[in-house]
Nanobody, 124 residues
């Protein structure tokens, strides 16, 4: 099994920044992908960003390109999401997830393990 623990959410004014962290423990895999998704009540889960652990290749959703940056720390088994220039529409619960087979990186259905989520609220 894989355990994911997110942290770093909170309340911030529009234009501000937050950094989310996701610590990964349990089984390790040779070619896995770490992703961030977000979800507002009543809406579908939206892809935010992902990173291939071995190569470091990154992917971003259109709504966050140029504002968010995903990164990893191999030694700490932690993935980060640096969020800058935040907007009220970024308000959501943010989830960290693991895709253990490595095929695909941007669809929620490709990820098997999920964290509990952390709330991000951006005030106008």
């Amino acid at each position: 099994q894989v355990q994911l623990v997110e942290s770093g959410g909170g309340l911030v004014q529009a234009g501000g920044s937050l950094r989310l962290s996701c610590a990964v423990s349990g089984r390790t895999f040779s070619n896995y992908v770490m992703g961030w998704f977000r979800q507002d009540p009543g809406k579908e889960r939206e892809f935010v960003a992902s990173i291939r652990w071995s190569s470091g290749r990154t992917y971003y959703g259109d709504s966050v390109k140029g504002r968010f940056t995903i990164s990893r720390d191999n030694a700490k088994n932690t993935v980060y999401l640096q969020m800058n220039s935040l907007k009220p529409e970024d308000t959501a619960v943010y989830y960290c997830a693991v895709n253990t087979h490595g095929s695909g990186a941007t669809y929620a259905r490709e990820y098997e393990f999920w964290g509990q989520g952390t709330q991000v609220t951006v005030s106008s």
